[in-house]
């Protein structure tokens, strides 16, 4: 059921986003005469990796750098990807990887094979099922950037207060879903998030808190406090060093 659904979405999404899809992708290209898609490697279900699509929101080469998390000041955004990264637009041409069986439209967003070298067994267990668009951690966590801005290293940071988290509520899909109708369920909440992300946070809160994810993972999920540093899920302690994290 959850592959039909992602076909049949994905399908009608494709057909009515087309215009947007097109536009986006001339003005990406028009910026600079580069190439509209960013397209890199990225940690598949079961392992191995897939080929993700985006539309490019950096310089040229941005990922030469080596910095995997992108904060809110980060120089390699271009003026035009801030805007199409507000939006989530940047993230249409992955509904082609949908298509092609890489990705479904909901389940723990992808990642680069730096960052899942980091993970714990228990974190492993993540890449047990199709990586998603949107996840309830993608919602909870899209002002990443804005929480990494400022930060001199921005790697460490996201390891010590957005890792631990964001891993916590993509074990909790991984290991309570309740198919077709909690995929709904959090696409519409994506939807929503875009006009009320408080309504939303307050929505996801209530999620976490059905599916038994314990009152401070709840608590997380609504934003309504201070992110605390915290260990990755199977570790003992907070991640003092990005090099190290795999042997916390």
């Known amino acids: 059921m959850k592959r039909l659904l992602d076909i049949a979405a994905t399908a009608i999404g494709l057909i009515l986003l087309s215009p947007v899809i097109i536009a986006v992708g001339i003005l990406v290209f028009l910026q600079d005469r580069h190439s509209p898609l960013y397209v890199a490697a990225r940690a598949a279900r079961g392992g191995g990796t897939f080929r993700m699509m985006k539309f490019r929101s950096m310089v040229v080469r941005a990922d030469a750098t080596g910095v995997d998390s992108t904060a809110g000041d980060d120089p390699r955004i271009t003026r035009l990807g801030r805007l199409i990264r507000r939006f989530k637009l ?83 899909y991984v290991e309570r879903s309740g198919g077709v109708l909690l995929d709904l369920k959090i696409i519409a909440l994506t939807i929503a998030a875009i006009l009320d992300r408080s309504a939303a946070l307050r929505r996801a809160a209530q999620i976490v808190s059905e599916l038994g994810g314990g009152e401070e993972l709840a608590a997380v999920a609504a934003r309504t406090g201070r992110l605390r540093p915290a260990p990755p899920p199977g570790a003992g302690s907070v991640v003092q060093s990005r090099e190290l994290a795999h042997a916390v």
């Open 90 to 172: 940047d993230e249409l041409p992955q509904l082609f990887n949908v298509l092609r069986g890489d990705m479904s439209l909901v389940g723990p967003r992808p990642n680069v094979l730096r960052e899942t070298a980091l993970y714990t067994p228990d974190e492993a267990r993540l890449l047990s099922v199709r990586p998603g668009i949107t996840d309830i951690a993608s919602i909870v966590f899209a002002d990443e950037a804005e929480i990494l801005r400022g930060s001199s290293d921005p790697d460490l940071l996201y390891n010590q207060v957005i890792r631990p988290w964001k891993s916590r509520l993509g074990l909790l």
